[in-house]
């Protein structure tokens, strides 16, 4: 057991104030930070825990967007009558991912924060992985247990998925983050909150030391309602997605007027597809069209001995999605 620090601040300064301080993480529904640190791949000195702020609250704004605290908790966001009415991908995504007992702990931070699943980062000491020790190597680029890594978004440093089911609708819906650090807030759109590896996987998003989610917007619609999430998975009980696709359509007298296409399950952050969009563009829906855009989305696949199935799968998957948001399924 290593030993660490515990606190919980009573308002977001004192939080900002505690975050500050290196070797400081922070904690909110505790799914993900509790397993890594009984694995030792996160050895924190202190423990921020997050609970005792106000971001637990689901509003609707002036101008019709959707705002989300950072501490919702995943069930408590699916289940909303707001988001199942006006924004069902999201829904469909959150309720596809993790058990009903997770869903209960898990948080919107905590989910778009979420580090990767890769076997070889969370075996400490025998598995070489620039995520977890930057320059140390990566053991996943001729390991054997790559059936779930990333076909696209990778680099030579790294080849670890982002595993959030939440964050591929919330792509798929033209979402905003927003920040607080100690250099005041931001907002970012979630399609710009995760990065790709690169030469530095141990960054996985824009947050800088000590800055925290507050929560996110979801605009309003044309978006929101024609949309659905489709995940292939192991088991159907609970398991990460081997490929899934979150699809929004603005549909204007029969044609696709504009269109939001994001996969998860296959890349290296929420990936969204502007190869697909722009193959949908213009155009009356179609099983034919469908499959093109799916073609498109997946054409700069790059595979490892061991998960080229995610080709097919993934485009297959892409168009029941598009398919099921089009209302043609
Ligand atoms: C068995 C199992 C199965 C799972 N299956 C799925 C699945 O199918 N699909 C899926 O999407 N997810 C799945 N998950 C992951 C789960 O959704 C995440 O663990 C959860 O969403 C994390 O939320 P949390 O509030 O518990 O975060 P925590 O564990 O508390 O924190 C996670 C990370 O986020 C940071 N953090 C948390 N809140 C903030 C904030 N407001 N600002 C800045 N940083 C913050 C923490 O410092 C930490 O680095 C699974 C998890 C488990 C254990
Ligand atoms: S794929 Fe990324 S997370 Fe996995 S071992 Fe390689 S560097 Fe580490």
């Known amino acids: 057991m290593i030993p660490f620090g515990y606190t919980r601040p009573a308002d977001e300064a004192a939080a900002l104030h505690a975050g500050a301080t290196s070797g400081v993480a922070f904690i909110a529904g505790g799914t993900g930070m509790v397993d890594l640190m009984r694995l030792g791949v996160e050895t924190p000195a202190t423990l921020v825990d997050l609970n005792a702020l106000p971001w637990t609250k689901i509003e609707k704004t002036a101008e019709g967007s959707l705002s989300i605290g ?13 988001v199942r009415s006006r924004y069902p991908v999201l829904a469909e995504a959150l ?14 931070g905590g989910n778009l924060l979420q580090r990767t699943r890769c076997a070889y980062f969370r075996d400490i000491g025998v598995s070489a992985c620039n995520k977890r020790t930057p320059g140390s190597g990566c053991a996943a680029l001729n390991g ?31 979402a905003v983050v927003h920040v607080r650090g100690p250099r005041g807030d931001r907002a970012v759109p979630v399609g710009e909150f995760h990065v790709v590896p690169g030469a530095h996987p141990e960054v996985e998003s824009v947050l ?17 309602a024609r949309s659905a ?11 990460f997605a081997l490929a899934s696709a979150a699809a929004s359509l603005h549909l204007d007298n029969g044609f696709v007027r504009d269109v939001r296409v994001a996969l998860g399950g296959v890349a290296t952050k929420p990936w969204r597809s502007q190869e697909a969009e722009q193959s949908l563009r213009g ?3 179609s099983h034919a069209l469908f499959e093109r855009a799916a073609a498109a989305a997946l054409k700069d696949a790059r595979t490892r001995p061991g998960n080229e199935f995610k080709v097919p799968l993934a485009q297959r998957v892409l168009v029941r999605a598009l398919e099921r948001a089009g209302g043609i399924a």
């Open 70 to 82: 950072a501490l919702v908790k995943n069930s408590d966001l699916a289940w909303h009558p707001e």
């Open 95 to 108: 309720l596809a991912g993790a058990s009903p007992q997770l869903r209960n702990m898990a948080t919107v």
């Open 144 to 174: 054997d247990f790559v059936r779930m890594h990333a076909i696209l978004g990778g680099s030579e440093h790294c080849i670890a998925l982002h595993p959030s089911d939440m964050c591929v609708a919330l792509v798929a819906l033209d």
């Open 208 to 224: 800088s030391r000590g800055e925290l989610v507050t929560g996110i917007t979801l605009p309003p619609a044309p978006f929101g």
């Open 229 to 239: 999430y489709v995940k292939v998975r192991d088991r159907a009980s609970y398991a």
């Open 283 to 285: 155009q009356r829906p």
